[in-house]
């Protein structure tokens, strides 16, 4: 693995563009000699494979994931997964579906905790509508 690798260069593009230049920024300056390996294998693998293929959008990988991290439990990366649909196309609407799925898929329990988690970060990023808040 190689900052220097089309794939590398392909999946921090694919990164940038999912999760904002803040979130990668701030994560690069993190990033430790103990972690600088596993944070190139994600860049190349996740980002650079994985959502750069073309045959489902980022709205639909976004969706995909976050049902999946719900499922598991991964709140965080709920959490930032919900923020990132802002610039993958995912609706508020669309992660309700997401997370309605969950719900049989994988739980009650876990999706009522990814449904708060996902409130709290549409709310805080101005994405839910005031009725929708009860405001």
């Known amino acids: ?50 959502w750069s293929r073309p045959a489902i959008s980022r709205r639909e990988r976004s969706m995909l994931t976050i049902a999946l991290l719900a499922a598991l439990g991964h709140d965080e990366e709920v959490a930032m997964h919900v923020r990132a649909t802002a610039n993958t196309g995912a609706s508020p609407e669309d992660i309700k579906e997401a997370l309605m799925h969950v719900a049989v898929y994988a739980g009650v329990p876990a999706a009522n905790r990814a449904f708060r988690i ?11 509508l005031k009725e929708e808040t009860g405001a």
């Open 1 to 50: 693995m190689s900052e220097e690798s089309p794939k590398y260069a392909r999946g921090m593009a694919t990164r940038r563009s999912v999760l904002g230049d803040a979130h990668v920024d701030a994560t690069i300056a993190r990033r430790t000699e103990f972690d600088a390996d596993f944070q190139a294998f994600i860049t190349e693998t996740a980002w650079g494979d994985l």
């Open 118 to 128: 996902a409130r709290e970060e549409l709310a805080r990023t101005g994405r839910l």
